[in-house]
């Protein structure tokens, strides 16, 4: 089974899961790390960190998680801030803790962008921006001054090893947070484009689309007229009304009529071919648009009236007979004009199926004299 990484969908909770064991498995590196050299002071804020997290783990378990989704990640965006001023100042620029503070930027930025609205993302980017500036600043300001704390406090000097370590381990970790968040965030863009895209495709076949029958409606009909006219290609044009369906209706009820009308739009969709066209064109009328020659077209819709016709709807412990009654015309009996071509075939079709209605019902009316 082939799986689609782009496909995925991460949850909320999910993902702040991972960010809180992703830190405090950081943090347990760094832990040992300082352990190994003997960074008391710094061995102390990893324990509160690791703590800081695991508590942050178990937290995306409740039920209430995302409603305090923002306050986590301040405090998260402290946490990494105070930890990076910490270890810079205490063992100085060349072991690259500074990184953690540029790298925390872009995924606080990630965070808050599916956390907050965004008048309080632009205001929270802007705090966090500053801040980390100033920590910048802070840190560079202190270390032109005074020695890193390691050195002057415990009298000992990191050794090139030392730095090199520590320098190619927060390198690593930060290539691979930025790495795992810019995949996350293109899944998260991603599964956002989707998700448009499938309301636009709901909100088009809504609009062009009856809810009932799930026939076309008429406003759709226009361009797929002109389209039609403009390929050059005949077609025919038959305008069906469901016989003695206010009878229905009065009789058995709207859910009835309700049921007759779908059975029939059921009957005439899986009847035509896929370049065809059937249309709601309103309360019991059916437009239907086929391509085709007019006596290949017309023996389709008398198979369809057949079947029609043969059909039965059951409503409770009542059956009911369908019939149908057309009018048929093909797209030479009118002026081919771009403007009034189809009010023109429409207006046919409609005054043969008045015709059809009047010489006793269940008939297809092909022209002016005869009945097909």
Not at 153 to 174: E, K, P
Not at 250 to 269: M, P
Request: aromatic letters at 14%; one cysteine or more.
């Amino acid at each position: 089974m082939k799986i689609n990484l782009l496909d995925l969908e991460i949850s909320s909770k999910l993902k702040y899961q991972m960010m809180f064991f992703a830190c405090a498995f950081i943090h347990t590196v760094f832990f040992l790390v300082f352990s190994f050299f003997k960074i008391y002071m710094l061995m102390a804020f990893n324990i509160f960190s690791i703590t800081l997290y695991i508590v942050g783990a178990y937290a995306c378990g409740t039920d209430n998680f995302e409603k305090h989704a923002l306050k986590w990640i301040i405090l998260i965006y402290v946490e990494i801030t105070l930890h990076a001023i910490a270890c810079t100042v205490h063992l100085g620029y060349e072991t690259y803790f500074f990184l953690y503070a540029m790298v925390e930027l872009s995924i606080s930025a990630y965070m808050l962008y599916f956390a907050c609205d965004k008048r309080i993302f632009a205001r929270m980017i802007l705090i966090f921006v500053c801040t980390s500036l100033l920590a910048f600043a802070g840190c560079q300001i202190y270390l032109s001054f005074m020695p890193p704390i390691f050195n002057w406090y415990f009298g000992r000097y990191l050794t090139d090893g030392m730095i090199s370590l520590m320098r190619l381990m927060n390198i690593s970790f930060c290539t691979v947070i930025v790495f795992v968040f810019s995949v996350l965030f293109v899944i998260e863009i991603n599964l956002l484009i989707r998700k448009l895209n499938e309301a636009y495709d709901k909100l088009s076949y809504t609009a062009m689309h009856d809810s009932l029958t799930g026939l076309y409606n008429r406003h759709s009909l226009r361009d797929f007229f002109e389209s039609l006219t403009e390929s050059g290609n005949e077609y025919c044009v038959a305008l069906g009304d469901i016989d003695n369906f206010k009878k229905v209706n009065d009789t058995y009820g709207h859910d009835c009529g309700d049921e007759v009308l779908v059975t029939v739009s059921d009957i005439i969709r899986e009847s035509i071919a896929e370049q065809d066209l059937a249309c709601r064109w309103g309360g019991e009328e059916i437009l239907i648009i086929m391509r085709g020659a007019r006596s290949d077209c017309l023996e389709r819709m008398n198979g369809i009236r057949s079947r029609i016709n043969a059909s039965i709807v059951e409503s409770g412990s009542t059956s009911i007979s369908v019939t149908m009654t057309f009018g048929f015309a093909d797209c030479h009996e009118v002026e081919n004009s771009e403007k009034n071509h189809m009010d023109s075939i429409v207006i046919l079709v409609d005054r043969r199926l008045y015709k059809g209605k009047n010489s006793g019902k269940n008939v297809i009316i092909s022209g002016e004299t005869d009945n097909a």
